[in-house]
């Protein structure tokens, strides 16, 4: 009976683990439609935003800002998001490892490579690998606002005007759908120059009268392009941690209520032998008072 006792507590354990894997699905996909409805809302203007930019940008040229400026020197800044909170399956695991694979094979192509990170699972994984972390932000993901999109521009703005670094990449999970996430690395500034059109045929060049100055309007609107990039990072990195985690937890209940079928017809089976073993020594007994 021993047996059948662990077999019952096992049952009582899953189905609580159950419970809590079927709550936390629910609650990401209440937290998926907001944050994919935030997603979609800011697509079309991230897209425009670097349309109109980099339509300026080839007008005025690469010495109209700095932020425009190829830079001959290698040091990189690598801007890493992640997640605050595990249970999302590969979600963190495979954009670290493609991080880390990225810093083995790109090492020698760059004197240096500076890390910032946003969420504890980055801060935690090259922490662990004694990589240094120039600069982390934890507890942002969770009450996203664009003040810290804003406060992350300004410190990789400030830093490559500085001379810190002459390069900027940030590496996130791009959302797909609530099943799909995939590890994109982008480039940040210097902006490319990009004179043609991607979303048709070729543009007409066409020049305009600029009041202020095209350098006056740049210095005004490359700052905001860059928080507007990242806002909208953030916001797909949102998105995917929360169809991330809904997929796995669902998954997760699926495993449980299988298990908890298994483990079922294991405890029957032992409570019919158990009962089958009682019958045998009563009917042994009987047959041993009739001899």
Known sequence: MANLRVIRKRVGSVKSTQ????AMKMVSAAKLKRAQDAVVAARPYARKMREVVQALAARAGEGAHPLLSAREGKKLALLVVTSDRGLCGGF???LLRATHRFLREQGGRYDEIVL???GRKAREFFRRREVGIRKEYVNVLGSLSFGHAANLSDDLVGGFL???FDEVQIVFNEFRSAISQAVRFEKLFPIALDRKDSEGPVAVEVDYLYEPSREEILATLLPKYVETQIFRVLLESVAGEHGARMTA?????????DMIARLTLQMNRARQAAITKELMEIIGGAEALKG
């Not at 419970?19 to 079927?22: A, E, F, P, R, Y």
């Not at 937890?249 to 209520?257: Q, Y």
């Open 162 to 164: 500085a001379g810190d």
């Open 116 to 118: 910032f990170t946003v």
């Open 249 to 257: 937890m669902d998954s997760a209940t699926s495993n449980a209520v």
């Open 92 to 94: 963190n695991s495979n």
């Open 19 to 22: 419970q809590i894997t079927k």
